[in-house]
C-alpha cells in the first residue's frame, strides 16, 4: 500500500550564517539567517528581492531614509507572511505574480524586555524574490562587490545564496 507521507516533500533549512549576541538584539540574544522553501511563521517583515546581474532595487527605507529591499510589515493576515508579500510584490511590480520565498533572518531573543517589538522567543524577516521589474522609483544598488552598499543587512547572505 502507498504510503502517502512520502509524496509530501520535507522543507530543508539551511542555516547560511548566524551571530551569538548582536549587538542590535536584547542581551543573551541571536540571529540566524536560513534559507529553505517554505516561510517560517510567525513572520514579522517581508521585504521583496528584484535582482537584475549583481544589482537589486532598492527604496528609501521610511525609518531612516537607507537603501534597503521594499518592504511591508506582516501586522494583518496569516502568519507567514503570504498575503503581505503579495500585497508589496504587487504595490512593487504591478504584477500578480507570486514571488518566491528565498529564506528569512530568524532573530532568537529568549528574555526580551517590555519594549521588544517583535514576537518572541523567534521572530521572522522574510525575503521573496521574483523576475517582475518594478514599476515604482528606485535605486539598483550592486550586491556582486565585496564593498557593496548593502552589505551590512542582515538578509545579504540570502542574496548571496539565490
Given at each position: 500500500?502507498?504510503?502517502?507521507?512520502?509524496?509530501?516533500?520535507?522543507?530543508?533549512?539551511?542555516?547560511?550564517?548566524?551571530?551569538?549576541?548582536?549587538?542590535?538584539?536584547?542581551?543573551?540574544?541571536?540571529?540566524?539567517?536560513?534559507?529553505?522553501?517554505?516561510p517560517p511563521?510567525?513572520?514579522?517583515?517581508?521585504?521583496?528581492l528584484l535582482?537584475?546581474?549583481d544589482?537589486?532595487?532598492?527604496?528609501?527605507?521610511?525609518d531612516?531614509?537607507?537603501?534597503?529591499l521594499?518592504t511591508?510589515?506582516?501586522?494583518e493576515?496569516?502568519?507567514?507572511?503570504?498575503a503581505?508579500?503579495?500585497?508589496?510584490?504587487?504595490?512593487?511590480t504591478?504584477?500578480?505574480?507570486?514571488?518566491?520565498?528565498?529564506?528569512?533572518?530568524?532573530?532568537?531573543?529568549?528574555?526580551?524586555?517590555?519594549?521588544?517589538?517583535?514576537?518572541?522567543?523567534?521572530?521572522?524577516?522574510?525575503v521573496?524574490?521574483?523576475?517582475?521589474?518594478?514599476?515604482v522609483?528606485?535605486?539598483?544598488?550592486?550586491?556582486?562587490?565585496?564593498?557593496?552598499?548593502l552589505?551590512?543587512?542582515?538578509?545579504?547572505?540570502?542574496?548571496?545564496?539565490?
Open positions: 500500500m502507498p504510503d502517502p507521507a512520502a509524496d509530501q516533500v520535507v522543507d530543508v533549512e539551511r542555516i547560511l550564517a548566524e551571530s551569538a549576541h548582536p549587538a542590535w538584539l536584547p542581551s543573551g540574544s541571536r540571529v540566524e539567517i536560513v534559507q529553505r522553501r517554505e511563521q510567525p513572520m514579522s517583515l517581508v521585504r521583496l535582482r537584475l546581474g544589482d537589486v532595487f532598492c527604496v528609501p527605507r521610511a531612516s531614509g537607507k537603501l534597503d521594499p511591508r510589515a506582516t501586522a493576515g496569516p502568519a507567514d507572511g503570504s503581505a508579500i503579495a500585497a508589496l510584490s504587487e504595490a512593487v504591478g504584477s500578480r505574480v507570486r514571488p518566491v520565498f528565498v529564506g528569512a533572518v530568524r532573530n532568537i531573543v529568549p528574555d526580551p524586555p517590555a519594549t521588544y517589538p517583535w514576537p518572541a522567543p523567534c521572530a521572522h524577516f522574510g521573496w524574490s521574483t523576475d517582475e521589474p518594478p514599476v522609483d528606485g535605486t539598483w544598488v550592486d550586491v556582486g562587490r565585496g564593498d557593496s552598499l552589505r551590512d543587512r542582515h538578509w545579504f547572505p540570502l542574496v548571496r545564496a539565490v
